[in-house]
């Protein structure tokens, strides 16, 4: 059986479209530029298709995320409850600024001085006001995918818990679950209204159920106890709505660093197995990760494996400019694949996380990004040779 290939999200930005993110006041491209963005959507569709101008590609592509200046940055486009003036930045922990600092100082400096993490100050409760947005932009993704022969495409949106991450509570609400369900039930609005686009699946981005432990956030309860319950918010937003045409991704944070405050993949991954949709998306590649397939191969034969759900495994690191072979793809492939009640049709080829998830922050140049997509695609193809 064939393994499908898939990526994460967030793809290169043009020169065009970095100039149009950087002078909007929203973090989202206005409609007055609606051409560049279908232009750069489809550019970005047909570079996963057809990666170093190979055929076939990936057979499970994004929009690139093309109109919004970052996963989470665009949130005040789509909401009332903004400020339009004052700025907040998230409240992490020194210990991570340390373990940053080892490997990335002038980074640590950056974040420090002039964070692009900066955003918008929570005056308000948030109301959702983005259905037709996130509507139109599922409309776009349908007609690239349409013209373009792409068997899937996908659109990405924020898990309540990564909000709660980079817009942190100012008193506002009166505690972390109000804030984070509170969320969840605006997000629902969003989540429904790319999902009423036949043809469109979803993706939701949740590095929270991973990344908040990493990077060390303040809430007011100790990580394991929050993370349970950013599940239950993910699983509120999507009640009723269709199973297979939902994806989580969870990540440890898409930053070069020794990554030693990551939480066990072991303790997290019961949690990861409670959500209920169609596929997991997460990190196999990285040093710090790609012996997780271990784990997980552990973990089903004590526990099984939910028959609906399949794992789009991280085998590109995003992170790191080596370029992998194809048979290290598949290698990495074949751990996941290779465990029986996982098998390869619930097997999905994927990257660890997207190549560009905040305007001009990527790891590595679109030359060596197309290079991976092309090692990817013929990687899995590999597979049980």
Same mark, same amino acid.
């Given at each position: 059986?064939?393994?499908?290939?898939?990526?994460?999200?967030?793809?290169?930005?043009?020169?065009k479209i970095l100039s149009l993110l950087r002078d909007s006041p929203t973090g989202e491209i206005d409609?007055?530029?609606?051409?560049?963005?279908?232009?750069?959507?489809?550019?970005?569709?047909?570079?996963?298709?057809?990666?170093?101008?190979?055929?076939?590609?990936?057979?499970?592509?994004?929009?690139?995320?093309?109109?919004?200046?970052?996963?989470?940055?665009?949130?005040?486009?789509?909401?009332?409850?903004?400020?339009?003036?004052?700025?907040?930045?998230?409240?992490?922990?020194?210990?991570?600024?340390?373990?940053?600092?080892?490997?990335?100082?002038?980074?640590?400096?950056?974040?420090?001085?002039?964070?692009?993490?900066?955003?918008? =100050? @929570?005056?308000?409760? !948030?109301?959702?006001?983005?259905?037709?947005?996130?509507?139109? /932009?599922?409309?776009? &993704? $349908?007609?690239?995918?349409?013209?373009?022969?792409?068997?899937?495409?996908?659109?990405?949106?924020?898990?309540?818990?990564?909000?709660?991450?980079?817009?942190?509570?100012?008193?506002?609400?009166?505690?972390?679950?109000?804030?984070?369900?509170?969320?969840?039930?605006?997000?629902?609005?969003?989540?429904?209204?790319?999902?009423?686009?036949?043809?469109?699946?979803?993706?939701?981005?949740?590095?929270?159920?991973?990344?908040?432990?990493?990077?060390?956030?303040?809430?007011?309860?100790?990580?394991?106890?929050?993370?349970?319950?950013?599940?239950?918010?993910?699983?509120?937003?999507?009640?009723?709505?269709?199973?297979?045409?939902?994806?989580?991704?969870?990540?440890?944070?898409?930053?070069?660093?020794?990554?030693?405050?990551?939480?066990?993949?072991? =303790? @997290?991954?019961?949690? !990861?197995?409670?959500?209920?949709?169609?596929?997991?998306?997460? /990190?196999?590649?990285? &040093? $710090?990760?790609?012996?997780?397939?271990?784990?997980?191969?552990?973990?089903?034969?004590?526990?099984?494996?939910?028959?609906?759900?399949?794992?789009?495994?991280?085998?590109?690191?995003?992170?790191?400019?080596?370029?992998?072979?194809?048979?290290?793809?598949?290698?990495?492939?074949?751990?996941?694949?290779?465990?029986?009640?996982?098998?390869?049709?619930?097997?999905?080829?994927?990257?660890?996380?997207?190549?560009?998830?905040?305007?001009?922050?990527?790891?590595?140049?679109?030359?060596?990004?197309?290079?991976?997509?092309?090692?990817?695609?013929?990687?899995?193809?590999?597979?049980?040779?």
């Amino acid at each position: 059986m064939s393994i499908k290939t898939t990526m994460t999200g967030s793809f290169f930005r043009s020169e065009k479209i970095l100039s149009l993110l950087r002078d909007s006041p929203t973090g989202e491209i206005d409609s007055e530029f609606h051409e560049d963005v279908l232009k750069a959507e489809r550019e970005a569709i047909r570079d996963q298709m057809h990666p170093m101008g190979q055929s076939p590609g990936l057979n499970w592509v994004s929009n690139g995320e093309q109109r919004k200046s970052g996963y989470t940055t665009f949130l005040p486009n789509r909401f009332t409850g903004f400020s339009k003036t004052e700025r907040a930045l998230p409240e992490l922990s020194e210990e991570f600024f340390r373990e940053l600092a080892e490997a990335n100082p002038i980074i640590v400096a950056a974040l420090r001085e002039n964070s692009p993490l900066s955003s918008a =100050k @929570i005056t308000d409760r !948030l109301t959702y006001t983005g259905s037709e947005l996130a509507k139109s /932009e599922a409309l776009d &993704a $349908r007609g690239l995918a349409k013209k373009e022969g792409a068997e899937r495409i996908f659109v990405p949106s924020p898990s309540p818990g990564v909000i709660t991450i980079f817009y942190p509570n100012p008193g506002i609400y009166k505690d972390h679950t109000d804030f984070l369900f509170s969320l969840s039930k605006e997000l629902r609005k969003e989540y429904t209204s790319i999902l009423s686009v036949d043809g469109v699946d979803l993706q939701i981005d949740a590095p929270d159920l991973a990344m908040s432990k990493s990077i060390g956030v303040k809430w007011d309860k100790d990580f394991y106890e929050a993370v349970s319950e950013h599940v239950d918010a993910i699983n509120e937003a999507i009640a009723g709505l269709p199973t297979e045409r939902i994806r989580v991704h969870y990540c440890y944070g898409n930053y070069s660093s020794s990554h030693l405050l990551d939480p066990p993949f072991e =303790k @997290i991954l019961p949690e !990861l197995l409670r959500l209920k949709v169609g596929t997991i998306v997460g /990190e196999f590649s990285n &040093a $710090r990760h790609e012996g997780d397939s271990v784990i997980l191969r552990r973990y089903v034969k004590e526990n099984g494996w939910p028959s609906r759900l399949k794992y789009a495994a991280g085998v590109i690191d995003v992170k790191s400019p080596f370029v992998e072979t194809p048979e290290t793809v598949a290698v990495r492939l074949e751990r996941i694949s290779g465990i029986d009640d996982i098998g390869p049709g619930r097997t999905i080829g994927g990257t660890d996380c997207g190549f560009e998830t905040f305007v001009g922050m990527g790891n590595v140049p679109k030359s060596i990004g197309l290079n991976k997509l092309s090692s990817l695609a013929k990687g899995a193809k590999l597979v049980g040779e």
